[in-house]
């Protein structure tokens, strides 16, 4: 069974860092696209990053580019997402979300909710101006 775990959410001061940590279960991440998503009250899912397991593709939301970087450890079989210089608008719920890599799709189509049907419990992300 599919599971999806994520870690590491708090509070921090705008400027700040923070690292998420999503933890793979049931399956092994090769051949999969990892994502992280968030989503902030009243608003719709947001695509914030996302990595094809064991490859160099990655993608990035507009509004974190140069700023966060997703990573991944295939011996731990987990997905992180480093945050850095956040802002008061990176608030919101992040969640993990992972789904079989299919080579006729655009990459950055792995930035749209979607596009996935495996999803952690999320975690919360609160950022202080």
């Known amino acids: 069974q599919v599971r999806l775990e994520e870690s590491g959410g708090g509070s921090v001061q705008a400027g700040g860092s923070l690292t998420l940590t999503c933890t793979i279960s049931?399956?092994?991440?090769?051949?999969?696209?990892m994502a992280w998503f968030r989503q902030a009250p009243g608003k719709g899912r947001e695509g914030v990053a996302c990595?094809?397991?064991?490859?160099?593709?990655?993608a990035y939301g507009d509004s974190v580019k140069g700023r966060f970087k997703i990573t991944q450890d295939t011996v731990k079989n987990t997905v992180s997402l480093q945050m850095n210089n956040m802002k008061s608008e990176d608030t919101a719920m992040y969640y993990c979300?992972?789904?079989?890599?299919?080579?006729?799709?655009?990459?950055?189509?792995?930035?749209?909710?979607?596009?996935?049907?495996?999803w952690g419990q999320g975690t919360q992300v609160t950022v202080s101006s």
């Open positions: 979300a992972a789904e079989d890599f299919n080579p006729y799709s655009s990459f950055r189509s792995y930035l749209f909710a979607a596009s996935y049907t495996d």
């Open positions: 049931g399956f092994a991440g090769s051949g999969k696209v």
């Open positions: 990595s094809y397991v064991g490859h160099d593709s990655v």
